[in-house]
């Protein structure tokens, strides 16, 4: 669902016209025009009143108190934030079940892993990768004394050289650079109808703070060509590096003004239906979701264990504000789910609703989606997006 960038530029919501400043081929400008108009939008509901649902600690959730997530590039990754490997090194597994899995990094791949078919397509994927991001920043701060909070890549910065983003360029403060060179065939992604060119990694990390670093499951179902799944239960051990290969074609062809107007303001914004299936593209295309995993490639491109690169938590970190500023410009459509149960319907299921309960295994509490539609709700969720 496309539509051109002049029908952004009149696009009627919340009774006037909203009205881009920004020039509306500059991606990065218009989403913080967008960041301006939801934090305006925030006050305008008066969301520091008090009476707020209390947050964790027996807090009122409330603008002045909420935790506050960060573009990486203003945050710049420190070293206590060298996410996934504080809590691999510090934390055990906590569920026997999934015995493949060495450590507590390794809990949340296998959780992802084993319910795919079940939090993708469906109606609880916002909200329930929403939740799972939620309890791995808090185990972060509560297990391995980190300090701040869960930052996000911004898509709309560097697509064109993903090398010299703050997230990817190597330094001891990113995620790790490109792989080595591992010659492959591309990606085949959208159910196998878009091919994505080779990046110029496709092997282990070279640089960065996770050369060396062990990854234990998966890989399960691997866009990249060459990298052989292996996969045949949770109990399959499977240690070996993590592998990148940098995609500009997918960050390129999706990570644009217009897909972003579209999905903020134009006729994919219409509904929570149209929104989030058009995040994710219709079947057999490749639209903005799955273009951040496919532009990390390697084991980040594996549908099942994309939680094996750390980068799928500042991923589904932007997934996440961009969900969060449409719910924000579009409160009438903000706490409905759309979809069913299982992933595009197959096999048939029933309708999702919101009293369905968002279950991450032993990561933390089934809590019903219907508590973490409000980031602001403070049972459990209190933080915003900056």
Not at 117 to 128: E, K, Q
Not at 137 to 157: A, D, H, I, S, V
Not at 296 to 317: E, I, K, Q, R
Request: include cysteine; hydrophobic fraction near 35%; proline fraction near 6%.
């Amino acid at each position: 669902m496309h539509f051109s960038l002049v029908s952004a530029i009149g696009f009627f919501l919340f009774g006037a016209t909203l009205t881009v400043t920004a020039r509306p081929d500059n991606a990065a400008a218009i989403l913080q025009d967008l960041q301006r108009r939801v934090e305006a939008k925030l006050h305008e509901t008066n969301k520091t009143a008090p009476g707020s649902p209390p947050g964790h600690g027996g807090q009122t959730c409330t603008l002045a108190n909420a935790a506050v997530r960060k573009d990486c590039v203003i945050y710049r990754l420190g070293t206590d934030v060298l996410l996934g490997r504080v809590p691999a090194s510090a934390l055990p597994s906590v569920d026997p079940d999934f015995s493949a899995a060495q450590n507590h990094f390794d809990d949340f791949v296998a959780v992802h892993m084993n319910q795919t078919n079940f939090i993708h397509g469906t109606a609880n994927f916002l909200t329930w990768h929403r939740y799972l991001i939620w309890l791995w920043e808090q185990k972060l701060r509560n297990y391995c004394g980190y300090t701040g909070y869960l930052p996000y890549w911004n898509w709309f910065k560097y697509q064109d050289d993903l090398s010299k983003s703050p997230v990817f360029d190597g330094s001891d403060t990113s995620l790790g650079g490109d792989g080595e060179y591992f010659a492959h065939n591309g990606s085949v992604v959208g159910a196998g109808r878009v091919w994505l060119p080779s990046g110029e990694g496709g092997g282990c990390v070279k640089s960065g703070p996770f050369v060396g670093y062990t990854i234990n499951i998966g890989p399960v179902q691997p866009a990249m060509q060459g990298y052989t799944p292996v996969f045949t239960d949770v109990k399959h051990l499977n240690p070996r590096c993590q592998r990148r290969d940098l995609t500009t074609a997918a960050s390129t062809s999706t990570f644009t003004a217009a897909n972003l107007l579209n999905l903020t303001m134009g006729p994919a914004s219409a509904t929570v239906g149209h929104f989030q299936d058009e995040l994710q593209g219709p079947y057999g295309t490749l639209r903005i979701h799955g273009a951040g995993h496919y532009a990390m490639g390697g084991d980040g491109s594996d549908v099942f264990t994309s939680l094996n690169d750390p980068a799928f938590y500042l991923h589904h970190a932007m997934v996440d504000r961009l969900y969060w500023i449409w719910q924000l410009l579009h409160p009438d459509e903000a706490r409905k789910v759309n979809g069913t149960v299982t992933f595009r319907n197959n096999p048939p299921s029933r309708e999702g609703t919101v009293d369905d309960l968002l279950d991450v295994g032993k990561l933390g509490p089934a809590v019903p989606i219907r508590d973490v539609l409000d980031t602001l709700g403070g049972s459990p969720l209190c933080y915003i997006y900056v």
